[in-house]
């Protein structure tokens, strides 16, 4: 399966601890995009990705919340100091092109953050 | 601020009958997207759409990407049960920059009777 990877898929953590969220793109791809999906409602943007470089953050919330896409390896995204309001699906999704060209963002499974 | 409103919020229909379903704003996209999304799982990416008025089939699935610009439709014909889910639309406004950030609808729910 060549698809988008992510693990976990399910992380309990209590309030205050760290949360880590992996994301391995598409064989090819090298631009990477984080969302998170509160329950009944869509998905909403935070973070893009290319190899190591942040291109756009302007839906990351300022404090605790952090991304990374190394030259070798997964893209991370880091939540610290997990508080309730952080319980969320977050998908990862990657794409082939970033603005030239087609850009079809295929997505992961979703990693089911609950913080208690 | 940038919205894609979806309808209709949810759909319950019977096995065979067509399905409709549109995404609008006020902003002006250049590109849209389809996907259909399960229970526990990631969007799956059903169309794309580049041009205004492009008009592109998947099997029974049908969207067009509105003159306007603003707009999009999805048509289902002749719906089996397994096409119970949740449907998106998704947008990248023209004016996004460097970005290749997705704006969603916030989704319709389809259920079919047999």
């Known amino acids: 399966n060549a698809g988008v990877m992510q693990n976990p898929r399910h992380l309990v953590r209590r309030r205050g601890q760290e949360a880590r969220l992996r994301c391995s793109p598409m064989?090819?791809?090298?631009?990477v995009y984080w969302y998170r999906q509160l329950p009944e409602e869509g998905l909403k943007f935070m973070v893009y990705?290319?190899?190591?470089?942040?291109?756009?953050e302007s839906g990351m919330p300022k404090e605790r919340f952090s991304a990374e896409f190394p030259k070798e390896g997964p893209s991370i995204l880091r939540i610290q100091q997990v508080v309730r309001g952080d319980s969320a699906a977050y998908f990862c999704a990657s794409s082939h092109y970033g603005l030239a060209g087609n850009n079809e963002q295929f997505f992961g499974p979703g990693t089911r953050l609950t913080v208690l | 601020g940038q919205q894609l409103n979806q309808s209709p919020q949810s759909m319950f229909i019977q096995e065979g009958e067509d399905v409709s379903m549109n995404c609008t704003s006020s902003?002006?996209?250049?590109?849209w997207l389809w996907y259909k999304q399960d229970p526990g799982e990631g969007p799956v990416l059903l169309i794309a759409?580049?041009?205004?008025?492009e008009l592109t089939s998947n099997g029974r699935l049908t969207a067009q990407f509105g003159i306007t610009r603003k707009d999009s439709f999805l048509n289902i014909s002749a719906s089996i049960p397994s096409d119970v889910g949740i449907y998106f639309c998704?947008?990248?406004?023209?004016?996004?920059?460097?970005?290749?950030?997705?704006?969603f609808g916030q989704g319709t729910t389809l259920q079919v009777k047999p």
């Open positions: 990705l290319q190899k190591e470089n942040i291109i756009d």
């Open positions: 759409l580049y041009k205004a008025g």
């Open positions: 902003s002006i996209f250049n590109t």
């Open positions: 998704a947008g990248r406004l023209a004016d996004s920059g460097n970005t290749g950030k997705l704006i």
């Open positions: 064989k090819g791809h090298s631009h």
